[in-house]
């Protein structure tokens, strides 16, 4: 399916194959008492280890997948995904910045427990900042963070939902630095673009929160990100912004918009493979009820203004 979006008499062309990945909530669960092996009492009409329900569940169909396949490519097969608990088209199932994999042939974590020692921070945090995710004695107290963010193959438009330590971007990409081709981001009425084959005539050079950012992935992956909060405001031109959304929680339109309602004109955003929209002037008519951290969006405003949160 092809779509085209005309800003400013800019026309481009986005091949729009994209899966959206599932939102299945997950149980915590003590990873010591995870089964040794599995029964097969239950109904398992392949006879492959993988019941018919959690198939069904997961493909549509009973037996629609391989117990030795690695769908999300995590490095964990179908048959450990069933009996860790984890999400088979999701490589990092409780969204802690380490796959599912890593957690549990690396680093000994819960795959399904986003901070396993309960110290109060995520497993990809402490990983990433060289603390044990199994000792809570060594979680620290400052506000650095880490957000993961699931890219699909094809375009996602993101945004990033914490200021990054370091803005440089391939600083900000580098746990995705071999899976993308290229990067776009509209600025000030302008298209700045990155390509990582070719860094030096590249004009987009930095990455931060309050801006959305089209990315084209070669193959689905997780983006992990350290940063602290993010700007409690985003100034927004007159006419077409692709910005940010520095919210950690989901909000509607009017709330999140209340500081500038009568600014605001149409706001778009991408998910699920479509288009969702929101009139300000026509509420009632609009499919976007929900904004959410982690996405870009289109947003047109009638006059220039800073949007607070």
């Given at each position: 399916m092809k779509k085209c979006l005309i800003l400013y008499h800019t026309l481009i062309f986005l091949s729009l194959n994209i899966l959206i990945g599932y939102n299945i909530g997950y149980a915590e669960s003590n990873i010591l008492s995870y089964p040794a092996s599995i029964s097969?009492?239950?109904?398992?009409?392949?006879?492959?280890g993988l019941p018919d329900y959690w198939e069904q569940r997961f493909s549509g169909t009973s037996t629609g997948l391989k117990p030795d396949e690695d769908n999300d490519n995590d490095e964990l097969k179908n048959y450990d995904e069933f009996k860790y608990g984890t999400h088979p088209f999701e490589p990092d199932s409780d969204?802690?910045?380490?796959?599912?994999?890593?957690?549990v042939q690396q680093y000994g974590t819960n795959p399904v427990m986003e901070d396993s020692d309960q110290g109060g921070k995520p497993d990809g945090y402490e990983v990433f900042n060289g603390s044990s995710p199994l000792d809570p004695g060594d979680d620290d107290n400052s506000s650095s963070m880490i957000v993961n963010i699931q890219l699909k193959q094809g375009w996602n438009l993101i945004s990033l939902p914490v200021?990054?330590?370091?803005?440089?971007i391939s600083d900000v990409l580098s746990s995705i630095s071999d899976a993308y081709s290229s990067v776009w981001s509209y600025q000030n009425n302008n298209w700045k673009m990155y390509n990582p084959a070719r860094p030096t005539f590249s004009d987009l050079t930095l990455l931060d929160a309050g801006w959305g950012y089209w990315i084209n992935m070669e193959r689905p992956a997780a983006l992990n990100i350290a940063?602290?909060?993010?700007?409690?405001?985003?100034?927004?031109?007159?006419g077409w912004n692709l910005a940010g959304y520095n919210l950690s929680a989901d909000q509607t339109p009017a709330s999140v918009f209340s500081s500038i309602y009568s600014k605001i004109n149409t706001v778009w955003m991408y998910k699920n493979s479509q288009w969702d929209s929101y009139n300000a002037s026509k509420p009632g008519f609009s499919d976007l009820e929900i904004m959410e951290p982690k996405y870009g969006y289109w947003i047109y405003t009638k006059d220039e203004c800073d949007w607070n949160f």
């Open positions: 097969l009492s239950e109904n398992d009409s392949d006879q492959d969204g802690d910045g380490l796959t599912d994999g890593q957690e200021s990054p330590v370091s803005k440089s940063g602290t909060s993010a700007p409690k405001s985003i100034h927004l031109n007159k």
